[in-house]
Nanobody, 125 residues
Framework: QVQLVESGGGSVQAGGSLRLSCAAS????????MAWFRQAPGKEREGVAW????????YYADSVKGRFTISLDNAKNTLYLQMNTLKPEDTGMYYC??????????????????WGQGTQVTVSS
């Protein structure tokens, strides 16, 4: 199992930026994909950004494309999410996830078997 700890959340005004971090420890060699998910109050959790750990191939939800950037520092076992031009609708709890190779859409939650505790992002208008 991989342990994941997120940090970097906070409160910002619309148009601002935040950088989330996710420190991984444990059997990190067992996972081949990582992602950021978010959950707004009263809504289902949704995938935001995904990365393949060996190739650094990325995928983004349409709602964040061009504004968010996912990256991975393998030497530090740390996943990042750079969030720019934040909007109030980006508000939510952000979760880091990791897992072995899987089939189907990159944001299919069955691809991930390790989840962090979440970090809150609040964007005010």
């Amino acid at each position: 199992q991989v342990q994941l700890v997120e940090s970097g959340g906070g409160s910002v005004q619309a148009g601002g930026s935040l950088r989330l971090s996710c420190a991984a420890s444990g059997y990190t060699y067992t996972y081949s994909n990582m992602a950021w998910f978010r959950q707004a109050p009263g809504k289902e959790r949704e995938g935001v950004a995904w990365i393949a750990t060996s190739t650094s191939t990325t995928y983004y939800a349409d709602s964040v494309k061009g504004r968010f950037t996912i990256s991975l520092d393998n030497a530090k076992n740390t996943l990042y999410l750079q969030m720019n031009t934040l909007k109030p609708e980006d508000t939510g709890m952000y979760y880091c996830a990791a897992g072995p190779a899987g089939r189907g859409f990159v944001f299919k939650e069955s691809r991930f078997n390790s989840w962090g505790q979440g970090t809150q992002v609040t964007v005010s208008s």
